[in-house]
T-cell receptor, first 115, second 110 residues
Framework: DAGVIQSPRHEVTEMGQEVTLRCKPI?????LFWYRQTMMRGLELLIY????????DSGMPEDRFSAKMPNASFSTLKIQPSEPRDSAVYFC?????????????FGDGTRLSIL | DQQVKQNSPSLSVQEGRISILNCDYT??????FLWYKKYPAEGPTFLIS?????DKNEDGRFTVFLNKSAKHLSLHIVPSQPGDSAVYFC?????????FGKGTSLLVTP
């Protein structure tokens, strides 16, 4: 079975540019999570979707960040405009909500560098 | 504030010996705990979990112990193998959200 698929794996861009990260969750999973990993803060939840609906976006750092899930098999995380402090590894994860104690399964992440 | 803490950033163990990774948490509402393993340039991979109604869960070489009164859990790896060298993250769940520790880097030497 395919796992969570993220693209691109690496992104290097200049400050002020728009960045779009993509995620395809595991088929049949109805919950999707975006995380950011930094040295200072570790892994932190940015936003959580259930059945394509954003449930909790309290972790989104600023209005420059936005996320969408137009259907059950695709989600995007967009940063516009990007800043050097956004440099981090961004992970997408999915699981099946409703089943008891289901672990989240992670993609391999997008390493983002903003120059 | 960090609700899940892994106070040892790194640990080195000889092959064949036991590796013990520790984790402390502050929120008594957490009801499900997980350990993830992460290799460089890959995402975290689920390793083992434990519900708050249990105090031990075993899966092959991996055992997780939960001490609710102390708000402490540990991961035991016996015997340790060089392929176990990775960063291990402890996570605690309440509802949908996972709260992660900052990880412990385990090095298993031959």
């Amino acid at each position: 079975d395919a796992g969570v698929i993220q693209s691109p794996r690496h992104e290097v861009t200049e400050m002020g540019q728009e960045v779009t990260l993509r995620c395809k969750p595991i088929s049949g999973h109805n919950s999707l999570f975006w995380y950011r990993q930094t040295m200072m803060r570790g892994l932190e939840l940015l936003i959580y979707f259930n059945n394509n609906v954003p449930i909790d976006d309290s972790g989104m750092p600023e209005d420059r960040f936005s996320a969408k899930m137009p259907n059950a098999s695709f989600s995007t995380l967009k940063i516009q405009p990007s800043e050097p402090r956004d440099s981090a590894v961004y992970f997408c994860a999915s699981n099946k909500k409703g089943a008891v104690n289901q672990p989240q399964h992670f993609g391999d992440g997008t390493r983002l560098s903003i120059l | 504030d960090q609700q899940v803490k892994q106070n040892s950033p790194s640990l080195s163990v000889q092959e064949g010996r036991i590796s013990i990774l520790n984790c402390d948490y502050t929120n008594s509402m957490f009801d499900y705990f997980l350990w993830y393993k992460k290799y460089p340039a890959e995402g975290p991979t689920f390793l083992i979990s434990i519900s708050s109604i249990k105090d031990k869960n075993e899966d092959g070489r991996f055992t997780v112990f939960l001490n609710k009164s102390a708000k402490h859990l540990s991961l035991h790896i016996v015997p340790s193998q060089p392929g176990d060298s990775a960063v291990y993250f402890c996570a605690a769940n309440s509802g949908y959200a996972l709260n992660f520790g900052k990880g412990t880097s385990l090095l298993v030497t031959p």
